[in-house]
Structures are given as structure tokens and as C-alpha cells.
């Protein structure tokens, strides 16, 4: 069975830094790409940042110079970290594994950036 488990949401000021985590297990097919999203209240979930094959990345305009995507395939984790946070950051950050086979998502981690 496929988890993808996110961690490292929680309260910040703005101008703040939070670190987001995504443990992946049970991934039975190949992966094209990992990153995360996010989904405001109101709003649709939109791309935020993803990590593709040999490691290029790829970066909404709104976060581009702020959000940096990494990973670790040893230990099948996938790394967000977020500094000069802004309000308008304020979400649930989801993990996203896209294969070539199903798409898998985590439950979210709610990232909350107070003025």
C-alpha cells in the first residue's frame, strides 16, 4: 500500500522559514516526478514545486527565490523548505508522487503564516 506521509507544517510570521518533509513507501511503479502543492481555502490546489528525474526542478512564479524542492532517494524522502514566508503562503501543503502508472497523494500539513 502506497503512504505518503508529510510533516513540518505549523505556525509562522511572516518573513519566517518552515521545512516540510514527505516520506514515500510503497511506490510499485516507476516515478516521474515529485513535488509539492498546495490548496488554500477557497481556492484550487495549484503546483508549488516539483522535482523531476535526474533532480531538475521546477517552481510556481510565487514562490520562485524563496522555496527550495529537494530530496533524498535513500531515504525516499522529499524536502520543502520555505523561508521569507508571506500570508498568502497560508495552505495545506500536500506531497504529490506522479508515476507512470497512478498518482499518489499525501493527507496534507497545514502551513498557517501570520502578518
Known amino acids: 500500500q502506497v503512504q505518503l506521509v508529510e510533516s513540518g507544517g505549523g505556525l509562522v510570521q511572516a518573513g519566517g522559514s518552515l521545512s516540510l518533509s514527505c516520506v514515500a513507501s510503497g511506490i510499485k511503479f516507476p516515478i516521474k516526478s515529485m513535488g509539492w502543492y498546495r490548496q488554500a481555502p477557497g481556492k484550487q490546489r495549484d503546483s508549488v514545486a516539483v522535482i523531476v528525474s535526474g533532480g531538475s526542478t521546477n ?24 523561508n521569507s514566508l508571506k500570508p498568502e503562503d497560508t495552505a495545506i501543503y500536500y506531497c504529490n508522487c506522479a508515476t507512470w502508472g497512478p498518482d499518489y497523494w ?9 502578518s
Open 106 to 114: 499525501g493527507q496534507g500539513t497545514q502551513v498557517t503564516v501570520s
Open 59 to 82: 517552481y510556481a512564479d510565487s514562490v520562485k527565490g524563496r522555496f527550495t524542492i529537494s530530496r533524498d532517494n535513500a531515504k525516499n524522502t522529499v524536502y520543502l523548505r520555505m
